[in-house]
């Protein structure tokens, strides 16, 4: 959450290239990137990856996608290499409207393939700051291709009153995923609405009836009540993601103050199996589980992805830029492995210019 400054992260000139990191960000579509074989001196890179916030990569198939927020806008990026996607233009799949509820603040998107159509998630605003008006919207892919077209399926409901007009709530960074049989979302929200962005955020649960219906009031997973949760000016929670290993599922969500150093991911594990999702007791929490350091600063707000042969898990993550309050960020990834009792075992954040291998796969390409 950003309580004071005008905008979820910073936003850069219309339509142009950014060069960051020598990778370039742009704002026309491109098909996916033949990249030449590669040898195994070109089979590294290195943090950061350009400048951004909130990362979501997916894969389908032999496809990475990655989607982004931008200028009331959101874009798609698809490559066959990891790596690739943040160096290959982007496309413009659905832009805000001018006026209504998401008009504004377009925040944290995220892509899901579910029965045959692409959903894109995500939360937006009137106005700010402060930003009082956050809600979480989905769009919905007219066929499968995750480049559109989109119909937008309006506002989600995620507040205490479902069927009824009234008792909705403040929501951002909804994420969706199947624990059993059942389709759930998860997201960070107030448990009252409030006239400040200063307001303490949860993290919320509710079933899903369908991919743009969530079918009951929303339930209270988890508070930030853990010392290492509390920040000096707001105790959070936000950011949640589905992980999964084997019969394990976990939240790794960000907590502590958006805008410090200190920004970190925290876990819930599920009992088990047969646990109900929507019991707060079935959950266990952990943490910090990933961290920055003394070189990379304010981890957080990460996706998971696995190679196409699944060998292979990596963590998409942004990072601030200084030690300073504020949230220029920039995107960062590493592989990341289990421990031995079955948890995400993230290590050490890579420093900046420090070259990582590539996904095995990416250099037989």
Known sequence: MIPTAP?????HARCALLAVASLA?????????????????????????????????VRRGSNYYYVKSQDRRIWITSANRLADLFATPASAVW????????????????????????????AGGRSGPPFTSQHAGVLQSV????????????????????????????SIDLTVGKIGARYYAVWSGWAQNAATDKTPQQLYIAPMEKPWTIAANRVLLSAPDAEWEHGPELDLQEGP??????????????????????????????????ANPLDPRSWTKSGP?????????????????????????????HSKDSPTPGWK???????????????PRFGTAARDGERLPLPRADCRR
Request: aromatic letters at 14%; glycine letters at 12%.
């Open 95 to 122: 832009s805000a409207p001018d006026t209504g509820w998401n008009r504004a603040n377009i925040w944290a998107p995220e892509l899901h393939f579910i029965d045959g159509r692409w959903y894109i998630y995500y």
């Open 289 to 317: 589980v990933f961290t920055g350091n003394a070189a990379v600063f304010g981890v957080g707000h990460a996706s998971f992805v696995t190679t196409p042969d699944e060998s292979e898990q990596w963590i998409v993550y």
């Open 329 to 343: 960020r920039s995107v960062r990834m590493q592989r990341f492995d289990w421990s031995p009792d079955g948890a």
């Open 143 to 170: 066929g499968e291709d995750p480049f559109g077209p989109y119909v937008d399926r309006g506002m989600l409901y995620t507040g205490d009153s479902v069927g009824t007009a009234g008792g909705d709530r403040w």
């Open 7 to 11: 905008v979820r992260f910073p936003l």
């Open 241 to 274: 993601e589905l992980l999964r290993h084997g019969g394990d599922v976990f939240i790794v969500y960000s907590t502590r103050d958006s805008w410090l150093k200190e920004y970190a991911l925290g876990q819930l594990r599920l009992r088990d199996t047969s």
């Open 25 to 57: 960000i742009g704002c026309a579509r491109a098909a996916t990137v033949a990249s030449a074989p590669a040898t195994t001196a070109s089979c590294t890179f290195a943090n950061p990856l350009g400048a951004g916030a909130d990362p979501w990569v």
